[in-house]
Structures are given as structure tokens and as C-alpha cells.
């Protein structure tokens, strides 16, 4: 069998199964695939106003795969997956994320830039039937604790290789049943590949040890968020000449890269929608959880929103931590991409580093802006924000409004009737 892949809003993945005979004929013809999952929540409730159910008369598109993201997946027997990007009326779908990052990386091409970069999630792992953390302690780094997954995570380290998913590294981490496994970074749209790959292939691996692994931010509303930092470098478009590094300056960074650290910054309300885009996201921003409130950056400073890593001019690395685990990959690099353009063609001002806490005002500099903790301040930033909004394109714009402001009403209804488990019930299983 093929699985035949689409990525939706959510970062979720939508397949269908192909039996392999029919591979080539699917692979050149196209598969009929519902449109309508662009405009759609994490449980599949298809929803008004996106632009990709009632206004196409819940009509299909028509699937391509991209043939080398082609790989034979070691934990489903007989089974490979590529990865497919839609088409409506011929016509190449602006919303649909994977092509957005793509239109992006483009961009930033052109400017004679390449980006190497990597998604680093934290996620979740509880008994599939109990729903208990893996580890029930917080003991953060423990050997002990780690060997209790053991099972789990050496059939990760033996099976994400197999499909182009190089670890460096795993590790437990604060919560109970959190872990963090890193990998190394790859150029262009590869790495939003990786980490959607690497996502479905964590959760899809611990059921077969009778788990579940989720990347909802935050699961335990008294337990550490899980995020998913963006760690990336500027290169010359061949990928050959570091630029991130600049070892005549003082600091060692380079001005393009102080360019494009202001571009995040100056952006960072309306990154922070596509960093954390999902209600139970916002939870994460808060003061000294290492998570980032606000836009701040500093020299391998863990309390700011972007932390810069120097490691001499090949290993020097920004780090965006405003990211959730929650979140879309794809989503996650077009945004940081069109920020950091926007920085460079404006070559704004990057605003002093931060040495001590960010969560501290008296270390935070002048007209520094705040990271929104609600979803509607988020997506109001982001309408207000010309220049991300430019980038992303008006069907892109109108389709993920829509869905939060579903999101916003179902979470509003829930508060309401006091449910307190509505957002575990919207994200746990399938983010």
C-alpha cells in the first residue's frame, strides 16, 4: 500500500490508502481528495465561511504526490507514504500549507537566501486505555525515568532514521510522560516535512506499544507546555556560505541576521498566532515557564522569544521559542520566513539583547511588544499585520480566521456549560 499524505491546518495529517498497484495511475491522473479539509477542525467538523466547503459546494480537489517525499514506512507493514499537494480547477490551492511554505522559501531565494533549519518538539506519552503519564514524576533528565520508555523510544531511534528522520538526541523532560527528541536540521521544505513527518510517525509508533504521544501544548493546565522551538540559519542559496555569523563583529552576528532577528521581533504578536495557534496554545505564554511573553532576544538567554546560539560560523543557529508543539511545521516557517524577509528588506533595528530574565520589565527595553494570551488578540494582531498578511494571501487569510473563531466560539460554549475538558477532547488524540 501507498498513503497518499495531505497536511491540513492543524498540521494534522488526512490520507488515504492506495493499494500499490494502482500507484502510478494515482501518481500521474491525480486523486480525488475532499477540498473541504483545508476548512476544517482537529476533529474533522467541516466549517462555514473558510472558503473550501459551501462556497465550492463541498466539492473535490485533485491530489498529486510529491514523489520525493516517497518513503516505505519500517512500522506499518507493506505500507509507504508520499506526501500531496492540492489542486482546485487546475489551479494550485494558495491556503493549503505545505504550498505556502513553499511560496516562502521562494521568496526568500530570490532575496539570494537559503534557511537550514529544524522543528524541536516536547510531546506527551500516556497509557492508550488510562490515560496515566508514561512516568508519573518530574524528574527532569533522570536516567531511570528514561529507561522506563525504554521500549518506546529505541524502536523511535531505529525507525526515524528509515524514513530521513537523522536523531541527535532524546531525552525526558519536565512533565510527567514528556519527552523531547531532536533532530538534525534540513534545507528548504524539507524540514517542514521532517518535523510532519516526524510527528505522525511518534504518535502512529507509540500505539504500538500500547501508548499514545500527543503534542497538545498544554495538557496539564499545572504541568510545563510542550513546545516546539524553531531553530534555524541563513545561508547563501546553494547552502554552501554560512551567514548568520559574522566573526568581525563583536557580537559574531552577521547584520543580515540582525536584520532578520528585528523581523521576528517586530512581528512577534502575529507569529506568535501561527506558533501557537490553537486555544489550548495560548496557555503556554507564561511568565517563567520558558515559555516567551514577550519579544524580546537575547545571547542563549532561554526566558526571551528568539535565543541566539553561537557556535563559530557553521554551528551559530536563532532559536524562535515562541513555538507550542501544537502547532502546524509548515505554518511555523512561513511565518518566521516572512517576518525575517521583512526585516531584511526594511533592514530594521534590532532592539538591545536581554542579559538578564525577560520576565523582569526592568531587563526588557523600551516599546517592546507583549505576546497575546488569548486567540483573539492573535488573530486580530494578524489582521492588522500588513505585511504577514500580504504574504499568506486573503484565501489563506480568510480560512484560518474562520476556523479560530470557531475554535474561539466552541471554547467559549465550553467555559460556559464548565467543561473543563474541551480542549483535551479537541486536541490530545490527533494534534
Not at 546553494?238 to 551567514?243: A, D, M, S
Not at 524562535?320 to 511565518?335: K, V
Not at 467543561?419 to 494534534?431: A, E, L, P, T, V
Request: hydrophobic share 40%; net charge neutral.
Amino acid at each position: 500500500f501507498v498513503r497518499f499524505e495531505a497536511v491540513d491546518m492543524f498540521g494534522i495529517s488526512r490520507s488515504k490508502l492506495i493499494p500499490a498497484r494502482h500507484f502510478k495511475s494515482k501518481s500521474e491522473n491525480g486523486i480525488n481528495f475532499y477540498g473541504g479539509y483545508l476548512g476544517a477542525d482537529s476533529l474533522s467538523n467541516f466549517l462555514a465561511g473558510t472558503g473550501y466547503n459551501e462556497e465550492l459546494i463541498f466539492s473535490d480537489a485533485v491530489m498529486f504526490p510529491v514523489l520525493d517525499t516517497f518513503k516505505v514506512i519500517p512500522w506499518w507493514k507493506y505500507t509507504a507514504r508520499v506526501l500531496i499537494e492540492p489542486l482546485i480547477e487546475g489551479k494550485d490551492v494558495s491556503a493549503s500549507p505545505r504550498f505556502l511554505a513553499r511560496q516562502q522559501l521562494t521568496e526568500l531565494k530570490k532575496m539570494g537566501y537559503s534557511l537550514l533549519s529544524a522543528h524541536e518538539h516536547e510531546f506527551y506519552v500516556v497509557n492508550k486505555d488510562t490515560k496515566k503519564p508514561l512516568i508519573n514524576d518530574s524528574n527532569v533528565q533522570s536516567t531511570i525515568r528514561l529507561y522506563e520508555g525504554a521500549g518506546f523510544i529505541h524502536q523511535l531511534g531505529e525507525d526515524l532514521p528509515k524514513v530521513g528522520i537523522d536523531i541527535e538526541c532524546m531525552e525526558t523532560e519536565v512533565g510527567p510522560g514528556q519527552f523531547e527528541t531532536t533532530y538534525k536540521p534540513s534545507f528548504g521544505i524539507k524540514a517542514a516535512d521532517t518535523a510532519f513527518t516526524y510527528k505522525g510517525a511518534v504518535k502512529e509508533i507509540a500505539m504500538q506499544h500500547g501508548l499514545m504521544a500527543s503534542f497538545m501544548s498544554k495538557p496539564y493546565p499545572d504541568k510545563n507546555g510542550s513546545s516546539c522551538h524553531f531553530c534555524h540559519s541563513l545561508w547563501d542559496v546553494e547552502g554552501n556560505i554560512p551567514l548568520t555569523f559574522d566573526g568581525q563583529s563583536p557580537d559574531k552576528l552577521s547584520n543580515v541576521a540582525k536584520y532578520w532577528i528585528a523581523g521576528i521581533l517586530h512581528h512577534a504578536p502575529t507569529l506568535s498566532l501561527f506558533m501557537g495557534p490553537t486555544i489550548n496554545c495560548r496557555k503556554r505564554y507564561k511568565p517563567f515557564t520558558y515559555a516567551p511573553t514577550n519579544g524580546t532576544w537575547g545571547f542563549d538567554n532561554r526566558t526571551c522569544a528568539v535565543r541566539v546560539k553561537i557556535n563559530g560560523e557553521c554551528g551559530s543557529y536563532i532559536e524562535n521559542r515562541m513555538g507550542s508543539a501544537g502547532s502546524n511545521p509548515y505554518l511555523i516557517l512561513s511565518a518566521t520566513i516572512a517576518a525575517g524577509i521583512d526585516g531584511i528588506r526594511r533592514k530594521l533595528s534590532l532592539p538591545a539583547d536581554v542579559t538578564g530574565s525577560a520576565y523582569l520589565l526592568h531587563n526588557v527595553p523600551d516599546k517592546t511588544q507583549t505576546i497575546p494570551t488569548s486567540m483573539q488578540e492573535a488573530v486580530e494582531a494578524f489582521l492588522q499585520d500588513v505585511v504577514i498578511r500580504d504574504a499568506f494571501g486573503e484565501d489563506f487569510v480568510k480560512c484560518f480566521v474562520a476556523i479560530k473563531s470557531h475554535e474561539m466560539q466552541k471554547a467559549k460554549e465550553a467555559d460556559e456549560n464548565g467543561d473543563s475538558m474541551w480542549d483535551w477532547n479537541m486536541y490530545f488524540k490527533y494534534i
